[in-house]
């Protein structure tokens, strides 16, 4: 699988704040940028995808992809305590999904 | 849309005995479907990939023998962990794929809810 790097956690924020996730992928052909976010004791839920260089915002989420950097990155604005959760980067990989490790936010009330 | 059911959502069992988890896509058609497991505190670990239709392609060091895998319509899958031990104790999760529209966006996984598997 190809190499998915996310910022190591835990990350912490007040309520109300933006919380800023970066992650970093490998394989300069990658096309498919996903953010999947996962409670404690839960499965991962997808929350955003881009394909495409640039911003893509979905309410309080906004996605940023560059793809010549091999980065993209989720930022979380007004977050909320029911925000906290991990949050997983993953890259297509032909048909699979690559992941990161994850990174751990915590929104603190 | 692009809802993954899972059943069961956690199972109790002893060592030694099978366990079979269903995973269905409930409103759109998955040629493909993924299984993995995951560890607490640890990342998604693909274990293998299953194709309606045909034989699931196994990663490097899951046992294919272990984990059985059966896609037998488009909107199903199951996976059957024999003789179950302690150490296959985890949490296994399902997606299913989409490639179009219908599940809401281009080539997309969608995760079941997980099950979670506890041998004593």
């Known amino acids: 699988q190809k190499e998915v790097e996310q910022n190591s956690g835990p990350l912490s924020v007040p309520e109300g704040a933006i919380a800023s996730l970066n992650c970093t992928y490998s394989?300069?052909?990658?096309?498919?940028f996903f953010w999947y976010r996962q409670y404690s004791g839960k499965s991962p839920e997808l929350i955003m995808s881009?394909?495409?260089?640039g911003d893509k915002e979905d309410g309080r989420f906004t996605a940023q992809l560059n793809k010549a950097s091999q980065y993209v990155s989720l930022l979380i604005r007004d977050s909320q305590p029911s925000d906290s959760a991990t949050y997983l980067c993953?890259?297509?990989?032909?048909?699979?999904?690559?992941f990161g490790a994850g990174t751990t936010v915590t929104v603190r009330a | 849309g692009a809802v993954v059911s899972q059943h069961p959502s956690w199972v109790i069992c002893k060592s030694g005995t099978s366990v079979k988890i269903e995973c269905r896509s409930l409103d759109f058609q998955a040629t493909t479907m993924f299984w993995y497991r995951q560890f607490p505190k640890q990342s998604l670990m693909l274990m293998a990939t299953s194709n309606e239709g045909s034989k699931a392609t196994y990663e490097q060091g899951v046992e294919k023998d272990k984990f059985l895998i059966n896609h037998a319509s488009l909107t199903l899958s199951t996976l059957t962990v024999t003789s179950a031990h302690p150490e296959d104790s985890s949490f296994y999760i399902c997606?299913?794929?989409?490639?179009?529209?219908?599940?809401?966006?281009?080539?997309?996984?969608?995760f079941g809810p997980g099950t979670r598997l506890t041998v004593l």
């Open positions: 394989d300069r052909g990658s096309q498919s």
């Open positions: 881009i394909y495409s260089n």
């Open positions: 993953a890259v297509n990989d032909d048909y699979k999904l690559s």
């Open positions: 997606s299913a794929r989409t490639t179009g529209t219908s599940g809401g966006g281009t080539d997309t996984q969608y």
